[in-house]
């Protein structure tokens, strides 16, 4: 089993930055990638950005593309998003993922979400 923790939410104004963290523990040399979600009440969740864990190869969503950034930190296995030019359309729970199947919304393990907040 792996465990994957965000940290790093909070309440930011638009036009801000924030970075969200991911630590993963337990059989850590299971994880091929890492990514992120957000999901806002009543809607289904959405994809975000992703890294393969050993070529750190990214690939993010349109809605964040120059906004964000996704990388990795491979000996302390920790995933991180850099979030710039933050919007409030960015307001949503933050979703921490490890292996998530491709092109799907689906992954072997998910954190418990941290709080994203964007005020106008």
């Known amino acids: 089993q792996v465990q994957v923790v965000e940290s790093g939410g909070g309440l930011v104004q638009a036009g801000g930055s924030l970075r969200l963290s991911c630590a993963a523990s337990g059989r850590t040399f299971t994880i091929y990638n890492m990514g992120w979600f957000r999901q806002t009440p009543g809607k289904e969740r959405e994809f975000v950005a992703a890294?393969?864990?050993?070529?750190?190869?990214?690939n993010y969503a349109d809605a964040v593309k120059g906004r964000f950034t996704i990388s990795r930190d491979n000996p302390k296995y920790t995933m991180y998003a850099q979030m710039n030019s933050l919007k409030p359309d960015d307001t949503a729970v933050y979703y921490c993922?490890?292996?998530?199947?491709?092109?799907?919304?689906?992954?072997?393990?998910w954190g418990q979400g941290t709080q994203v907040t964007v005020s106008s």
């Open positions: 993922a490890a292996n998530i199947k491709s092109s799907t919304n689906a992954a072997d393990y």
């Open positions: 890294i393969s864990w050993t070529g750190g190869i990214a």
